[in-house]
């Protein structure tokens, strides 16, 4: 049974920074590509990122230069790093997987997803 638990979220204030991390189980992560996204209230999910297999990673051009995406595969996590946070920042953020062989920056067809974890940017 595959299970995503995001973490690491809370409140921090403009210009701040938060690491949020995606503990994964049931599966071998490095096997499947990874992806972060984020809601706001009263908003569509949108992707920040993926990272795949090699691992390779890259990121939607409007969160380029802000998140950094990594894993651990000792550990089985996958990290979302977010600095220089602003009050439009304020989303829940959630982590996904998936194991077809894409790994699009896309938010549609993964297979598995967390709970998400809030972050308010004040």
């Known amino acids: 049974h595959v299970q995503l638990v995001e973490s690491g979220g809370g409140s921090v204030q403009a210009g701040g920074s938060l690491r949020l991390s995606c503990a994964a189980s049931?599966?071998?992560?490095?096997?499947?590509?990874m992806g972060w996204f984020r809601q706001a209230p009263g908003k569509e999910r949108e992707v920040i990122g993926n990272i795949d297999i090699n691992p390779f990673v890259e990121y939607v051009d409007s969160m380029k230069g802000l998140f950094t995406i990594s894993r651990d595969s000792a550990t089985n996590i996958v990290y979302l790093d977010m600095n220089s946070l602003k009050p439009e920042d304020t989303a829940t953020y959630y982590c996904a997987a998936r194991r077809d062989g894409l790994c699009p920056l896309d938010t549609r067809d993964w297979a598995y997803w967390g709970q998400g974890t809030q972050v308010t940017v004040s």
């Open positions: 049931g599966y071998t992560y490095s096997n499947y590509c």
